[in-house]
């Protein structure tokens, strides 16, 4: 499990993430193998889990984005929340490609992350999320799920894990 950085009623009222401009988007969420399998007991249907391990997109009418499939538009929750995917219990952070190189990341584009980037509090969080992601159990679900890592544009690269 890990700890969440932004509070639940602050990422309620942003309206930011789980919005994509392309169907095929770098940011759509990339699932890990132990993500499918508790979506998949947990009833989620199969057709929204793409073939390339994320979640499908789904064009919104009128509008020029897509959407998360399990994002509920009229309230901005999540319909999978408690059981929601790797990627999404750990954002504003990401697991990012550079150079041959895997980073901990962050998006700024997220306000909350923005208003406390390089704050005591972002600092302890990142080493927090530092020794995480470097333990041997994360290390061996990184290591089995290289999907996961893509090359973001518009981070702040945080520190190298070494994979």
């Given amino acids: 499990m890990i700890k969440k950085f932004v509070p639940s009623e602050i990422c309620l009222a942003c309206q930011g993430c789980c919005r994509f ?22 009833n989620i249907p199969p057709a929204l889990i793409t073939r390339d391990k994320r979640v499908a997109l789904e064009p919104a009418k009128g509008e020029e984005y897509f959407f998360c499939s399990f994002l509920r538009r009229d309230n ?3 319909r999978v929340y408690s059981f929601r995917p ?4 750990l954002y504003p952070f990401l697991v990012q490609k ?12 997220c306000p909350y992350a923005r208003s406390r980037f390089k704050t005591i509090d972002f600092n302890k969080y990142t080493l927090y999320l530092r020794l995480l992601l470097n333990s041997p159990r994360y290390l061996k679900t990184l290591k ?20």
Avoid: M
């Fill in 76 to 78: 901005n929750s999540c």
């Fill in 86 to 89: 790797w990627e999404c219990r």
């Fill in 21 to 42: 401009k392309n169907i095929d988007s770098t940011w759509s969420v990339a699932l890990l193998d132990s993500d499918i399998k508790r979506l998949l007991r947990h």
């Fill in 144 to 163: 089995s799920n290289p999907h996961i890592f893509q090359e973001y544009a518009g981070t702040e690269l945080i520190s190298e894990i070494n994979i």
């Fill in 98 to 109: 550079k150079d041959n190189k895997t980073f901990l990341a962050v998006d700024l584009n």
